[in-house]
């Protein structure tokens, strides 16, 4: 059939090429396979636009004009950065939330892949939590340089660089501690075939998302904003 075919091609096609379109690690005629496949271009969307709406959370009233408005009002701006933090979260929460039901309907149905539903259900969880760290380095980022369009120019290039490790490891095979250093290698569609969410990088996303949006927090409360 059309897999069986595209599988085929898929095997003469080099290593790397491989690893860039994400149809590394399992046969691309395998619903797990064509999942994974899927599943790479979704995530690369959704931890882009996590990533940006980290700068974007706040530093959106300092580029817009709004700031004079929104930090006038008789809140700290500590409790203003955590409210836009809980709305970001909501936001990517529904975000994940669609794209699983729209991921369940789009892909997995169609390739009869119902078996593979508990991994689909924990790459949706992992895929959020993944979002928030980048969200978080986003936000830290954003406080950090005071410009959004620096802000927008680093964060990019963070995601970007994650990605690039991501790419080095996957192409040597690498599984080791060093997927520590790229959060888009936490809970990627094979691993959690593997193993499941593993605690250590549930952990250690956590740790990340509180480190960055705390600090955030620090750095928008002591500099001037441009208002």
């Given amino acids: 059939d059309a897999m069986s075919d595209i599988a085929a091609l898929s095997a003469s096609f080099p290593k790397m090429v491989l690893v860039l379109f994400g149809m590394n690690g399992a046969r691309v005629d395998t619903p797990l396979g064509a999942y994974q496949s899927m599943v790479y271009w979704t995530n690369l969307l959704a931890y882009f636009f996590a990533g940006f709406l980290g700068v974007y959370a706040v530093a ?22 955590r409210a836009k933090i809980l709305a970001s979260g909501t936001s990517l929460a529904l975000f994940a939330l669609v794209t699983g039901i729209m991921s369940y309907l789009c892909i997995l149905l169609p390739l009869q892949g119902g078996h593979i539903l508990g991994i689909h259900i924990a790459t949706t969880i992992g895929m959020f939590l993944t979002q928030l760290v980048l969200f978080s380095v986003g936000l830290f980022l954003s406080g950090l340089v005071g410009n959004y369009k620096t802000a927008s120019l680093l964060t ?19 599984t080791n501690y060093l997927n520590m250093f790229t959060p888009v290698r936490y809970f990627d569609v094979v691993s959690i075939a593997g ?20 600090l ?3 750095l928008y409360k002591k500099r001037d904003l441009r208002i």
């Fill in 60 to 81: 959106r009233e300092e580029k817009f004009g709004t700031g004079e408005f929104l930090f006038s009002k008789p809140y700290t701006r500590t409790a203003i950065i």
């Fill in 156 to 174: 990019m290039l963070a995601v970007l660089i994650f990605y690039g490790i991501s790419f080095v490891l996957d192409y040597y095979g690498i």
């Fill in 216 to 218: 955030a927090g620090l």
């Fill in 195 to 214: 193993t499941g969410l593993r605690p250590a990088y549930i952990l250690l996303s956590a740790l990340i998302i509180l480190s960055c949006c705390g």
